[in-house]
């Protein structure tokens, strides 16, 4: 006899995770912004404030009409254009490597750096506070990787003084997003040269903010030029664009061309969104203390949550954190900030860990006096509905 009892949905699983994160408050919803939004973006990574700069939306809309929408193929078919060239060029330029080299987006940048340079017979020693991409980019390597705890440098060098692989990679972020820290790269690169390591560090919230003009940790470290250094970077944030970067050794640079699978199997970057970041490359030169008013933007607003009685650790980059606790109160905390006209990011896990979840307020150089102040306006809101729930 045929069974005909219902098949049962083989997703119905997602439907009590679902319910699991709700009950821990970490739902995620999509919120979809209209182009003349009243409210004061204090969310986005347009450290800069150049993303609607007039010199880089012209810049966008001329390469467009020269190119079109896309870069019609992969970089090593028909998805190279001179703008790719100008902007490789460019950026290394900017912070001192030998030379760069375009990925459709950061994530890949790190994907295929990380993936070429350590494999089987690769120790990789990683910060156990490194971006998402540089974890799974980790995890995609095959190589053994042992995660250390947060800027400790012995831990760096015990791990690589007891290792028995051939090779060994040091990973960091520049500046971390959560906390804001900086690593301390001078440090890292001589327990890496002493060990025979080589250095990679993701310098996303570096790029346009950290050291003269912009130019990021390891440039303000003296180390611009490293012949055992790799920075990798994105254009989306104090850029105002989209894609990554990876800069360093020329040799490094050929050996992902032939290599990084996240190159060469991807549809290169539009042409437009390449020159529009070209554009905002050119203005970061140009104004170097873009960078000098981004921090301090940032530092103000720190100081800020701090006289209000908020957790606020002084600030490196461009993003000011504020702790709140709670995945559930961090979430309360952004829609009450959201209510009163002002958008803030929210960090909660598995962002963070457990019981440390923040809000992330984020710098812009383009910010006025008047925009600060709207900033105080709903940190003191939060600080006051924090104080009645204590």
Known sequence: MTDRSPT????????????????????????????????????????????????VAEAVAAAAKEWGAGSTGSRLVTGSTTVHRDLEAAAAAHVGAEAGLVFSSGYLANLGAVTALAGPGTLIVSDARNHASLVDACRLSRARVEIVPHLDVAAVENTLAVRTEERALVITDGVFSVDGAIAPVAELLTVARRHGAGL?????????????????????????????????????????????????????????????????FDTGLAPATAAGALAALRLLAGHPELATGVRDRAREISAIARSLGLDSPEPHGAVAAVLVGEAEAAVAAADLCLSLGVRVGCFRPPSVPDGISRLRVTARADLTDADVERARAALAAVAARLNSQA
């Open 200 to 264: 990679l560090v993701d310098e996303a919230h570096a790029l346009g903010v950290v050291g003269e003009g912009g130019r990021g940790t390891v440039h303000a470290a003296g180390l611009a030029g490293a012949p055992d250094v790799v920075v990798t970077s994105v254009l989306s944030k104090s850029l105002g664009s989209q894609g990554g970067l990876v800069l360093g050794p020329a040799r490094v640079i050929e050996h992902l061309v032939d290599t990084a699978r996240s190159f060469i």
């Open 8 to 55: 049962p949905n083989p997703f119905d699983w997602l439907d009590a995770h679902a319910a699991r994160r709700t009950a821990a408050g970490l739902r995620r919803w999509l919120r979809h912004r209209v182009s003349d939004d009243p409210v004061l973006d204090l969310a986005s990574n347009d450290y800069l404030g150049l993303a609607r700069h007039p010199e």
